[in-house]
């Protein structure tokens, strides 16, 4: 189960942290991403980290967000600096035990959150 939190209002430029909660497994253990989805938007990739920690982001937020795994493998977290306003999105965290890339479709995500809203005004 993956359980996110740390979504908010905030303004353009401000910071916020995301985190995502995992139990019944070691995050160390899975390729993990966060992915947004805006409103009439497919959900798409933004940061991911796999059981190496080799991580990626999606061009559009390079330089601003940051994905780590906590140290007792438990929490994937999300730092987000910069806020953009089309940075407004629910934010999802997936896993799978498979090296997944940003590109790879949902559907290849074994699990997922219910998401955390981001708002940037």
């Known amino acids: 189960q993956l359980v996110e939190s740390g979504g908010n209002s905030v303004q353009a430029g401000g910071t916020l942290n995301l985190s995502c909660a995992a139990s019944g497994y070691r995050t160390s253990r899975y390729c993990m991403g966060w992915f947004h989805q805006a409103p009439g938007k497919e959900r798409e990739g933004v940061a991911l980290i796999d059981s190496d920690g080799r991580i990626n982001y999606a061009d559009s937020v390079k330089g601003r967000f940051t994905i780590s795994k906590g140290s007792a493998s438990k929490t994937l977290y999300l730092d987000i600096n910069s806020l953009k306003p089309e940075d407004t999105a629910v934010y999802y965290c997936?896993?799978?035990?498979?090296?997944?890339?940003?590109?790879?479709?949902?559907?290849?995500?074994?699990?997922w959150g219910q998401g955390t809203q981001v708002t940037v005004s």
């Open positions: 997936a896993a799978d035990r498979q090296l997944l890339h940003l590109t790879h479709p949902e559907g290849w995500w074994s699990y």
